[in-house]
């Protein structure tokens, strides 16, 4: 859809999918094809590799330089893309939280590998339940960073997110949310699944695997490269891995329904209606 609206607009698209920018990760992120990225220029696909460092803040400073360069251009930008808050970021501006503490990061990492991250979790539930409700319970990266942000502060991050309020507004933007019904975007979510293992996913994983690249790794954590790692080293066999990898994915649509609900201004519109869609992009350019 995307990359047919774009072609209808002569539009760029600058990614804004946080799994898209890793190099190597291509079957399990459900990158555009190279022919589809030839036909429409794609921006933030295959920015980094997997084991080097990616955040909010990175891709807000690459997404406004893109977004500037296709301006500058005479051309129309359409971020696309499902991670909340790399568009809230762009979008918002970030608030201001304190650096790394190596410390007490190894520290937090100790405890989740000798007591389990559930124990982790539960902690991050008693601090700020509004917070954790937002992190699914095998996010360890997200777990660990909001307690040290914690300990560090003193402040719960949901309220240092609320304080702020991502006012930081320096582009115009019209929001699309595409809303497909539960079932079915369900029924979607588990077919997709299975065409990932078909196209290849579990070859694509072994070969990250072999590049030396560690499971712990944030990207190697990810829904589908996680499974993948489960049933390559024989904890889980492939039906096993499918049937979480199908239920994980369904558990983090439901997240990102509930992420967007809350964001100003969003339109909900159905991907079939593409005709809304168009008059809604070409009533917004005309202002």
């Keep these: 859809l995307a990359i047919h609206l774009a072609e209808y607009f002569e539009a760029e698209i600058v990614n ?3 799994m898209q920018v890793y190099r190597g990760m291509d079957i399990g992120t459900a990158k555009p094809t190279v022919e589809q990225r030839k036909k429409i220029p794609h921006h933030l696909i295959d920015v980094v590799n997997p084991d080097e460092e ?6 807000r400073e690459l997404a406004l330089a893109a977004i500037q360069d ?10 696309v893309g499902g991670t909340g808050l790399y568009i809230r970021a762009l979008l918002g501006g970030l608030f201001y939280v304190p650096k790394k503490d190596p410390e007490l ?6 405890e989740a590998k000798e007591q389990g991250l559930k124990e982790l979790y539960k902690r991050l539930i008693e601090y700020d339940p509004e917070y954790a409700k937002l992190i699914h319970p095998n996010d360890r990266v997200r777990i660990i960073r ?3 942000i914690y300990y560090l502060t ?12 991502f006012k ?3 582009l115009d933007a019209l929001r699309i949310f595409l809303h497909i019904p539960r079932k079915q975007l369900y029924e979607r979510i588990n077919k997709r699944s299975v065409r990932m293992i078909e196209s290849g996913l ?4 072994r070969r990250l695997l072999i590049q030396g690249y560690s499971p712990e790794l944030k990207p190697m954590q990810s829904i589908g490269y996680r499974h993948m790692v489960k049933y390559i080293q024989g904890e889980w066999n492939l039906k096993q891995a499918l049937r979480r990898m199908q239920t994980d994915t369904r558990r983090y649509a439901k997240r990102q329904i509930t992420w967007f609900k809350k964001e100003p201004d969003m339109i909900w519109i159905s991907p079939e209606d593409i005709e809304k869609i168009k008059k809604e992009i070409s009533n917004f350019l005309k202002k």
């Design 16 to 18: 804004a999918d946080s």
């Design 54 to 59: 990616f955040n909010a803040a990175i891709y």
């Design 70 to 79: 296709i301006w500058s251009r005479g051309k129309i930008c359409f971020v």
């Design 105 to 110: 990061r190894s520290r937090l990492r100790k």
């Design 146 to 148: 909001a307690l040290e």
């Design 154 to 165: 003193g402040e719960k991050p949901s309220e240092l997110i609320k304080r702020h309020r």
């Design 168 to 170: 930081d507004n320096s």
């Design 202 to 205: 579990i070859e694509e994983t």
